[in-house]
């Protein structure tokens, strides 16, 4: 082989075999987000449950579209596939809350579906998804999942007891909070009765404690920052009834790493597992602490 053929030769196996490599690096390399919710989940056991209870997660936005959506989706898929605590099926369509399809579930996950009221438009389709919770079953909200109901669908608002009115508590500040019961089955993952943490957190309107259990509120006296309440309580974390169905609703999920946030994820975790009565826990209203 004469020399400049023999370069020419090397040169494209080089480029043959670094391509060659690259592509094997890029189908081999995780997703990062999901390395990091693996690792969130390497501490959070395994769950047994009677009946493995049928969850539909519903993650569409009819408003403002959360990038930590997906993050949310690969989140509760791994959480199901670790702890076997539940069976989830993803959706992005309204047409799967029918009465008939809703037969196959004990549960449901709003993971950060905002405006709901825009998908749900005809009273068939809310009364499908309302009567299945007053019937006995579970509802979980996460976030922009309050980010709904009034004022066009406020039977939405009484279900899950708030509509977001704003979020004085911005997503890159690192905020106060309570932990208001921590005896609560849904609180065990919080090892101090105060802890502090980077989300959006929202004050509502629509909402009364009397309705509800708030689990974990934001001190708004020491966040530095006052929202609309008058006597500034903001539930962050709550639980409560809807007939004879259980409500549970959590504000965090803004953020991506709240979903590879280990005592985060097993709050979220206890209460799917509460909302479809695989967990015991009161849900009657508690009034608000004093400020500290
Ligand atoms: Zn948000």
């Not at 990091?36 to 209870?53: C, D, M, W």
């Not at 998804?129 to 922009?144: E, M």
């Amino acid at each position: 082989m004469e020399y400049d053929v023999f370069i020419k030769f090397c040169m494209f196996r080089n480029i043959t075999i670094l391509l060659c490599f690259g592509l094997t690096c890029l189908s081999a390399s995780p997703d990062p987000e999901l390395k990091k919710i693996e690792k969130a989940l390497q501490t959070v056991p395994p769950v047994k449950s009677q009946k493995v209870p049928q969850i539909l997660v519903y993650s569409k936005a009819s408003g403002f579209a959360h990038k930590s959506i997906p993050t949310g989706v690969k989140a509760l898929r791994a959480l199901a596939q670790k702890t076997g605590a539940f069976n989830p099926t993803f959706s992005q369509s309204v047409e799967d809350f029918s009465v008939e399809n809703l037969k196959e579930f004990d549960g449901l996950i709003f993971n950060n579906c905002t405006r709901v009221e825009k998908a749900f438009v005809t009273q068939k389709q809310r009364s499908a998804l309302l009567n299945f919770i007053r019937k006995g079953n579970g509802f979980v909200g996460f976030h922009g999942a309050s980010d709904a109901g009034m004022p066009k669908w406020q039977e939405y608002t009484n279900m899950i007891g708030g509509c977001f009115d704003g979020h004085p508590w911005n997503a890159g500040g690192t905020w106060p909070f309570r932990v208001e019961d921590p005896g609560h089955a849904l609180c065990k993952s919080f090892s101090a009765k105060t802890f502090r943490f980077s989300d959006e957190i929202y004050q509502y309107k629509g909402y009364d404690r009397k309705n509800l259990r708030v689990l974990i509120s934001l001190d708004a006296n020491k966040s530095g920052k006052s929202g609309k309440s008058p006597t500034q309580d903001y539930p962050v974390s709550w639980v409560k009834s809807y007939g004879k169905g259980r409500v549970f609703y959590s504000n965090f999920g803004h953020n991506k790493a709240t979903w590879w946030t280990p005592f985060l994820l097993e709050h979220f975790l206890a209460g799917i597992r509460w909302s479809v009565g695989e967990l015991d826990g009161l849900y009657d209203s508690l009034p608000q602490p004093p400020r500290l």
